[in-house]
DNA sequence: GTGTCAATTCCGACCGGTCGGTATGCCAGT
DNA sequence: ACTGGCATACCGACCGGTCGGAATTGACAC
């Protein structure tokens, strides 16, 4: 219970004033806490940041497995993680912005542990993305690369303009983005 | 030339560690001078990022209005801001790298005015878009907002995955970006 | 060419304050 | 009696920024 509530003032912290301007006063004073109880559970500061990162792509990763699992045809496979994609950041917009922002913030052995379950999840994409380019399904203008840079970038960006009050929903983003993206793939 | 070898460095520093992680000290270390000299030319650290994130946009603002001024179709006017977008990406890495990260680091007054500026840009780019798919030149799958994120994505991430020693050139992969872009444009 | 003086450019010691992290111990539950 | 779950008090390091003054430069008179 501390330990949930340390990590989701953490996120909140992180997002709006970054890593290195919060301080870990400010986390434990949001949540309730002292100082011992932050490192009775976490040893350093960077495990805070590590965690919002491993439970954001645990997540992330979980979602595309199911959907991967489902078999369906790559257009379909591809609008559907891109929902996932919408739907995750939505959802968990603050824990994004802090992703993207403060990346390399953490020691070598942390981040190389997290790199490589990102690396799986734009292998997958772009090994959807290549399969079906080369059966003809997809057409080629660009390159798996790029396809899924376009479609990480916009998530990416999201937390940055994306407004949950706002007048689209954020699966109403996601398909405006499939369709666009599916066009720009039609043979 | 101190000025700019001060600015140069903090660039370098501010997106290898981030700009909270990098002390004034280690900038003027870099650059060979000391404090005094930094303070003499810059009254703070922010106007350190301010600087570096001004004549970032003003360069490529001055780029966005040459090619509008140009005039030409809508396709052909795209594929060039795409271009000039990743020709200043991939030269000024670093830089768009500390804009992309440290964006909000600024206080409110020297944010706004970058903030107009940046709008400015994307309102331009948006506007191309809308102009044309309400001629019917370009297709309408999805709104020239997602449309324009998703071009901005790719360059804001571009400094995370891009090489210049790598086998593609920036103008490739822009070309790539706009025939994909382009081929879910087209009516 | 030379001396003069003022402005510009820069030095580096120093300051108040904050930071991440630690040492110690209280206390409820078992 | 012992342990997990915290609070409190504190530390050394370091930070952004200041300040008095030392060099360096440039304009101008002679």
Redesign the pocket.
Known sequence: ???ERILACAVELFAANGY?A?????V?TRA??????L???F????DLLFEIYHSLLTDQLARLDAIVARGADPATTLREIIRSLAETTSENSRAVAVFSREASRLDEERWQTLRAEWRRYQDTVRGIIRDAQEAGVFAAYASPEVISWAIFGVNTSMPTWFRPDGPKKAVEIADELADFVLAGLRP
């Open positions: 219970m501390v330990r290195d919060t301080s870990v006063q400010q434990v309730g806490v002292t100082k011992g109880a490192y009775h559970y040893a350093a500061k960077e």
